[in-house]
């Protein structure tokens, strides 16, 4: 069995560079082709700021039609209340 101590010198002593996919072109932060690696990044990023400003304005107009149509469907409500109310009076 083993002992804390014993695992531990044992992991201590084991090489875990090859574990990590470490390779010699990577930099010290262990990226690969920093600038590339940015550019990339800000242009996916970009791109997910415009399919969000999408989302956002389709999101924004389907509640503006909702509103259209709720306001529509109380006018029409009010107007047959009106015409009830004026047969009751009859």
């Given at each position: 069995m083993f002992s804390y101590r014993s695992s531990r010198s044992l992991a201590d002593s084991l090489d875990l560079s090859s574990?990590?996919?470490?390779?010699?072109?990577?930099?010290?932060?262990?990226?690969r082709g920093g600038k590339k690696t940015s550019e990339k990044?800000?242009?996916?990023?970009?791109?997910?700021?415009?399919?969000?400003?999408?989302?956002?304005?389709?999101?924004?107009?389907?509640?503006?039609?909702?509103?259209?149509?709720?306001?529509?469907?109380a006018n029409d409500t009010e107007s047959e209340n009106s015409a009830l109310k004026q047969?009751?009076?009859?």
């Open positions: 574990l990590t996919g470490a390779s010699p072109e990577d930099d010290e932060d262990g990226k990044r800000k242009a996916q990023n970009r791109q997910a700021q415009r399919n969000f400003r999408e989302r956002k304005e389709k999101h924004l107009k389907d509640l503006e039609d909702k509103v259209g149509a709720l306001e529509q469907r047969l009751l009076q009859q």
